[in-house]
């Protein structure tokens, strides 16, 4: 019960920040998602996406200054390409809050924010590398993990391995 | 011969001949080199490739090259059961496995909501603080190696040892595991593992300060890293560093304590951060001071661990274990404080696959590393080496 109660806790400060960002950019991001696990909303405007991240990184009440994660993140049957942001803020407050931007699978691409938290550079790397989601205003985009002439990216829902890397066999 | 001050004319050489001022050398070009440390670099501890562009002996960027160990582990964990991710979560972190281990049984028992024996959440945190002073044996060890300190490693690695054999007792493996389930445990502790476990706890106390007699009161060890590779608070947290890492720049933020999981919130132990006085904060030796700290903390979690514990009677440690994982569909981001700092997982699921959708893992080092760049920038070679060793990579973790 009482374990109970400090997830409602959790999804009540988030709801409190999300409520902060939502007053001021009204349609632009979706409802928000009381869930218990990661509570969440999404960018529905993704031109305004860095401008959002920015607001929510200096916002006084906000100050998510602290990007745990970026994941990239198939979605195949919508036919789109996303990331998934969890924020939290540190020293400052106790709410963390998650962000779901998408974009379309064929020549969508995302705003960075490796501008805004510097941790995001090299995680937008690998969701490029990984989904070949392109983000626009990255200081440099190229591959981190795989070679740089891999071809394909290999988390997406579709991928089929080359067959020869270099005349080395790949599939085995 | 005698040089003069040249200040303010350039790169100039001169020499003084009774009153006349000699040009021995003029206009010299220095040129940018490029420098490259690794793969195969011991001081990388792992395969990790430096580019460095320097000028003479100072560094104007480093660039970090990743992926040689790169083993598909996103991809692997959509191919497989829940459960069956447990042993790729001991190859990420190949030094902190158990750590690993929780951090993904957590973040799965969060998605599932199911409730957890006591004494396996117990088990658990002794296993975890155990590999937490092995991992950190490992980094105080090697990183009295890259200076130049052998003694200390040997030392390091004797202790290790007996922590490695411990858990193989526990676990039936040295180094990978798999003994944290998700719901509980592969088995219960041996008979007498708590016994040895407190004898070690005795043996180790002492040894510990042996160790930082070694390490950190000593002079040439504290002259490499004082004051080397600052990193300030602010800049320390943009960047997403986590662990000693970001405690080395005084922020003082543990996951065990800011988010608290298992049974951490009834233990009493300290977060240890840099006063200032015997280190520069964010400097490569206050994340070293920070790790040798944590292990004599480390030591205190285990013995009120032992003297809490429930007894083993009618328990079975398999009790809580799902017969079929399939969790509701949803998202889930769980992470654990590892000896390197926050191990997260973000999980998928769809709600009819046993699988998950996606399995990201948010590895500490990958994140500490990014911070390379501007770490490196304007310090001399040999620095380079004391800051990648403060870094603490494990590049297993880093490439996944």
Known sequence: ?172 | MQELDTAGLGSVRVTRQSDTVVILEKDLATEQMVLAMGPQHPSTHGVLKLECLTDGEVITEAVPYLGYLHRCFEKCCENVDYPAVVPYTDRLDYLAGMNSEFAYAITVEKLLDIEIPRRVEFIRVIVAELNRIASHLVAIGTYGIDLGAFTPFLFCFRDREIILGLLEWASGARMLYNYIWIGGLACDVPADFLKRVKEFVTYFRPKAVELSELLTENEIFVKRTWGIGIMPADVAINYGWSGPMLRGSGVKWDLRRNDPYSIYPELDFKVPVPDGKDSVIGDCLSRHLVRAWEMVESLKIIEQCIDKMPSSEGFNPRSAIPKRIRPKAGEVYGRAENPRGELGFYLESDGKSTKPVRCKARSSCFVNLSAMKDLSKGQLIPDLVAIIGSIDIVLGEVDR
Not at chain 1, 17 to 22: F, G, K
């Open chain 1, 1 to 172: 019960m009482e374990e109970g109660k400090v997830i409602s806790q959790l999804v009540q400060e988030s709801a409190a920040a999300y409520s902060i960002i939502h007053e001021k950019f009204g349609s632009a991001i979706s409802d928000f998602d009381a869930n218990g696990t990661m509570p969440f909303f999404e960018v529905v405007d993704t031109s305004r996406w860095t401008e959002i991240a920015l607001f929510m990184r200096d916002h006084p009440r906000l100050k998510f200054n602290y990007m745990a994660c970026l994941s990239g993140v198939d979605y195949p049957a919508e036919g789109k390409l996303g990331i998934v942001c969890n924020f939290e803020s540190l020293t400052h407050f106790h709410h963390k809050l998650a962000v779901k931007v998408k974009c379309a699978r064929d020549g969508g691409s995302l705003q960075s924010v490796a501008l805004v938290w510097h941790t995001a550079n090299w995680h937008e790397r690998e969701a490029y590398d990984m989904f070949g989601i392109l983000f626009t205003g990255h200081p440099e985009l190229k591959r981190i993990l795989c070679p740089d002439d891999w071809v394909g990216y290999p988390l997406r829902k579709d991928y089929k391995v080359q067959d020869q890397y270099h005349g080395i066999k790949v599939p085995y």
